[in-house]
């Protein structure tokens, strides 16, 4: 890790051997790390463009261009550049046979919910929700020209279909319809809380 490996390395030392799901806080603090490094080349290029435009967004839009930004990078770095720092350090599995694709919907998810862990219920599916609000949530604002409900959802889907492509191919997940389900809904969520964020700010 480049800037996170001190306050790792702490947490190691003092959780590794007392909590059962500390590869997850690993996971997260090591894409958290690579978030950073390529949010930071992401406000380099940005900065650029900005002052090499003459119609600049309004300071709330371009915000919110910056936070998802650092939200899509984020969740790419967590879901499927799981095991490299680099574009270098790819490795794709071209090979690999469709059958590791679970096409059965709702299959996986049943099984984690009676045949394995509740924990494990709760982060696949309610955590694949609670991670494609924000895209539900920023698309909207950031792309402001026309962007209705369906196609907030279809580009949440297409984010979503994206990533459990690449994790096959990156063998860095499963690939799952579950997840696609679930993003989706998370997207629809975060949508809605938008047009209720609407709606507050206009009664205001």
């Known amino acids: 890790m480049i800037f996170l490996g001190p306050i790792y390395n702490l947490l190691a030392r003092i ?16 894409a958290l790390d690579k978030t950073f490094f390529y949010f930071l080349i992401f406000a380099v290029l940005r900065l650029i463009w900005l002052l090499s435009v003459r119609r600049r967004r309004s300071i709330k839009s371009e915000a919110c261009v910056w936070v998802l930004a650092f939200y899509v990078i984020l969740v790419l770095m967590t879901t499927t550049f799981r095991n490299t720092y680099f574009p270098w350090q790819l490795s794709f599995n071209f090979h690999r046979p469709l059958s590791d694709i679970n096409l059965v919907f709702m299959k996986e998810t049943w099984k984690l919910l009676y045949a394995q862990s509740r924990v494990d219920f709760i982060y696949n ?35 979503s279909i994206c990533i459990e492509i690449l994790q096959f191919l990156l063998a860095t997940g499963v690939s799952d319809i579950d997840d696609v389900f679930f993003n989706t809904c998370g997207t629809i969520c975060g949508y809605l809380l938008y047009l209720i964020f609407k709606r507050m700010k206009q009664n205001f």
């Open 125 to 159: 599916s309610f955590g694949n929700i609670l991670c494609f609000v924000p895209i539900g949530f920023l698309l909207p604002i950031v792309f402001s020209k026309k962007q209705t409900f369906l196609r907030v959802t279809l580009a949440g889907m297409c984010f």
């Open 15 to 30: 959780y590794a051997t007392r909590i059962n799901h500390f590869p997850l806080i690993k996971l997260f603090l090591i």
